[in-house]
């Protein structure tokens, strides 16, 4: 069984719904699963969130937890949001601030009518599971860190076992190594608690890491939906690419007898498909690079020429080398071992299992595309 269930979720903003913010999302999340809603800002995540949390009235659409009929655009059914049995976690924690921290977990109990005894026993359980010292919660909000903040935002969501819990980029507002931390205890919380999770985040590291499933949006529709390796393996388009890491290594052209690249001079094998042009991208960490013309292992067939090293970076135990390729940067990280300087000719190699072809259109990239010259890999 699933424990929500999503049907042509659709809400625009604007006096005429101008702005089409969740178009059409179908999707379902079964019992214990935690689905993460990755996708470029503005793309629609809080918004879908904010639908299914209650806080946000849908125009058209069906929404069930459970075998419970949560909203119904054509049945004017829905339900509001303290009677949705859910919790919630913000990126602002959205705390109560004259409130202490133990009081801000019990609210949620508190409104259940939940005796005095099991509200100690239930508030004194979470806390420990998300690890917050029984003296940081005397204190009110402004007198803890954003780390215990959180922390207190997690219990807070976590206390009264709702069927479903709810996170919109609640690690954004910490820094790196916080994240990373709090990261793995939701993780952790997940796999103890297995409740139903739907998490929102434009981060890709994080969605990879949380979701058993990531469900990639762009323009207010989800256009990808699979486990994180398989959306990494198999992007379905070259937007999904490149928000998974991949960059383009050339345009390539149907010619009277062969391909031809207008930034870059190509040999490999031909993409499946009819169309006329293609873009072929591959991750940074799968491109390899040699001196112009040298030999390279005989299974990367895929040979790009006439790049040349724009910039040179020492990481320690690797190097960066920025390659130009007919104006674009590409950004490369590779071992140590062979020393390229500015101004050296190089080819960029690859094998044909780690190049993804998309057709090309006509329709230029959205802006919010992470363009080719991004140096991030
Ligand atoms: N209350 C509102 N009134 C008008 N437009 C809105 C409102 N809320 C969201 N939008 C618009 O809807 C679209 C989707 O916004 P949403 O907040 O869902 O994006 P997001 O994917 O969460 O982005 P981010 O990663 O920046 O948080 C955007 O174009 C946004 O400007
Ligand atoms: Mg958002």
């Known amino acids: ?28 999340v079964p019992q214990a699963e935690m689905l993460v809603l990755v996708g470029p800002s503005g793309c629609g995540k ?9 806080l946000e009235n849908p125009d058209a659409g069906v929404i069930e937890f459970g075998d419970q009929t949560i909203f119904d655009a054509s049945r004017r059914i829905a339900v509001p949001i303290h009677r949705r049995d859910i919790g919630l976690v913000f990126q602002n924690y959205a705390l ?36 917050l010292d029984r003296r940081l919660l005397d204190k009110r909000p402004a007198q803890l860190s954003g780390g215990q903040q959180q922390r207190v935002a997690l219990a807070r969501a976590l206390v009264a076992e709702p069927k479903i819990v709810m996170f919109d980029e609640p690690l954004s507002n910490l820094d790196a190594a916080l994240r990373e931390q709090l990261r793995s205890e939701i993780r952790r919380l997940h796999e103890e608690i297995r409740f139903t999770g739907v998490y929102v ?30 959306l990494f393996a198999t ?15 050339c345009a390539i052209n149907r010619g009277a007898d062969r391909w031809t690249s207008t930034d870059c001079v190509f040999a490999g094998p031909a993409p499946d498909g009819p169309g006329p042009s293609y873009e072929l991208l591959a991750r940074p960490d799968r491109i390899t690079i040699a001196a112009e013309g040298t030999a390279v292992p005989s299974d990367h067939e895929y040979r790009v020429r006439g790049g040349v090293v724009a910039g040179v970076g020492y990481l320690g135990n690797e190097q960066e080398l920025i390659v130009d390729l007919g104006g674009r940067h ?23 299992a780690d190049i993804r072809a998309f057709p090309l259109s006509d329709k230029p990239e959205h802006p919010d595309t992470p363009s080719d010259q991004e140096t991030e890999a």
Request: with cysteine.
């Open 1 to 28: 069984m699933s424990d929500l269930k999503v049907k042509d979720l659709r809400k625009a903003f604007g006096s005429h719904g101008g702005i089409v913010a969740v178009d059409d999302v179908t999707l379902e």
């Open 201 to 230: 985040t434009h981060d890709l590291s994080e969605a990879m890491a949380l979701g058993d499933r990531v469900a990639a949006m762009t323009d207010g529709t989800i256009v990808q939906i699979g486990r994180p390796e398989e």
């Open 46 to 54: 809080s918004t879908t969130l904010r639908c299914l949390a209650g």
């Open 96 to 131: 109560w601030p004259h409130m202490t921290g133990w009081d801000n977990i019990a609210f949620p109990l508190r409104s259940r009518w939940a005796s005095r005894e099991e509200q100690r026993r239930r508030i004194a359980a979470v806390a420990e599971v998300v690890d």
């Open 330 to 352: 590409l950004r490369l990280v590779v071992p140590l071992g062979r020393t390229f300087a500015p101004g050296d000719r190089v080819d960029l190699t690859a094998r044909p």
């Open 235 to 249: 992007p379905a388009t070259s937007r999904i690419a490149r928000m998974m890491g991949y960059r383009r290594l």
